[in-house]
């Protein structure tokens, strides 16, 4: 199982960034992922998760509007679209998968993930 996020990279405050998360070694469906980041200095926080069926999502306060996750099935990948980015949201994001079931409340703690990605860099910046 390999998971290989995509997309970061140095953008302007106020500017859109899509990441990218391919998936092999098993379908999307019936899989959890999450997206998490780790900032400077900080915990990894879970930003945003799809559960199994992909419908149901959930994410952190800090991004709720700005964030979305979605996937491609037949592609094998989860995207993390990210608008309206401020200096905070610079941090190392990373992809990370269960074949377990989880509920809503589960799927953003890391704890909950068996697979990960290496990251990839967001800077915001002017």
């Known amino acids: 199982v390999q998971l290989q996020a995509s997309g970061g990279g140095l953008v302007q405050p106020g500017s859109s960034l899509r990441l990218s998360c391919a998936v092999s070694?098993?379908?999307?469906?019936?899989?959890?992922i999450g997206w998490f980041r780790q900032a400077p200095g900080k915990e990894r926080e879970g930003v945003a998760c799809?559960?199994?069926?992909?419908?149901?999502?959930s994410y952190d306060s800090s991004v709720k509007g700005r964030f979305t996750i979605s996937r491609d099935n037949a592609k094998n990948t989860v995207s993390l679209h990210m608008s309206y980015l401020s200096p905070e949201d610079t941090a190392v994001y990373y992809c990370?998968?269960?074949?377990?079931?989880?509920?809503?409340?589960?799927?953003?703690?890391?704890?909950?993930?068996?697979?990960w990605g290496k990251g990839t860099l967001v800077t915001v910046s002017s």
């Open positions: 990370a998968a269960t074949r377990r079931g989880l509920i809503l409340s589960e799927c953003r703690r890391d704890r909950s993930y068996d697979y």
């Open positions: 070694g098993f379908t999307l469906d019936g899989t959890v």
């Open positions: 799809s559960r199994q069926n992909g419908r149901s999502t």
